[in-house]
């Protein structure tokens, strides 16, 4: 298995501007975590899907992120308008819901954000 | 609110000199105790999961242990290639499957 994937890895963007990350999950993985990681806070959950279903997005920031899966294989992460405070590394995790590996997240290699 | 700190932030030992990294959690109910490694530039890899005090959990030159309030774990003689940055994370009960995580300790292995 690839693992899972993410796009783009480096985002250089200028204010304003509306950036779209993606995610790719492992396959059978049924969970699917978006995770912000800034070396102030740490790893910050933003939103995490159940079968496609958004359960918990308490940890997004505010209006202008916003989060979509629309099948099992696939998510974006979208930011808009962009601001130099959302620059950071945006990782996305996946995980089965059975099996040994049920409560294990794996972590794709995540975007770097930066807003100038 | 559940909570995860880790100490020390930064940690440097020589090539052999074990040492251990805490992970102290105030959660209510938990339901899982992760470690994660994390390289530069990559995301984080799992290391364990532990789930009731008590439990121990090794690989290599790694061990984890858990109590009511914290998670130690242990590097024995460490090498260079054990460097990169080590994370813990709990998971509650009645928090779904969401991991809060600490800032991470930050693991330097000096030849």
């Known amino acids: 298995d690839a693992g899972v994937i993410q796009s783009p890895r480096h985002e250089v963007t200028e204010m304003g501007q509306e950036v779209t990350l993606r995610c790719k999950p492992i396959?059978?993985?049924?969970?699917l975590f978006w995770y912000r990681q800034t070396m102030m806070r740490g790893l910050e959950l933003l939103i995490y899907?159940?079968?496609?279903?958004?359960?918990?997005d308490s940890g997004m920031p505010e209006d202008r992120f916003s989060a979509k899966m629309p099948n099992a294989s696939f998510s974006t992460l979208k930011i808009q308008p962009s601001e130099p405070r959302d620059s950071a590394v945006y990782f996305c995790?996946?995980?089965?819901?059975?099996?040994?590996?049920?409560?294990?997240?794996?972590f794709g290699a995540g975007s770097r954000l930066t807003v100038l | 609110e559940d909570q995860v700190t880790q100490s020390p932030e930064a940690l440097r030992l020589q090539e052999g000199e074990s040492s251990s990294l805490n992970c102290s959690y105030t959660?209510?109910?938990?339901?899982?105790l992760f470690w994660y490694r994390q390289d530069p530039g990559k995301g984080p890899e799992f290391l364990f999961t532990?789930?009731?005090a008590g439990e121990e959990k090794e690989k290599e030159r790694l061990k984890a242990t858990l109590t009511k309030k914290e998670s130690f774990l242990h590097i024995t003689a460490p090498k260079p290639e054990d460097s990169a940055t080590y994370l813990c994370?709990?998971?509650?009960?009645?928090?779904?499957?969401?991991?809060?995580f600490g800032q991470g300790t930050e693991l330097s292995v000096k030849p």
């Open positions: 995790a996946s995980r089965p819901s059975e099996g040994s590996g049920a409560n294990v997240l794996t």
């Open positions: 396959s059978g993985h049924n969970s």
């Open positions: 899907f159940n079968n496609n279903v958004p359960i918990d």
């Open positions: 959660v209510s109910g938990l339901r899982g």
């Open positions: 532990l789930y009731s």
């Open positions: 994370a709990v998971q509650a009960h009645l928090q779904g499957g969401k991991l809060i």
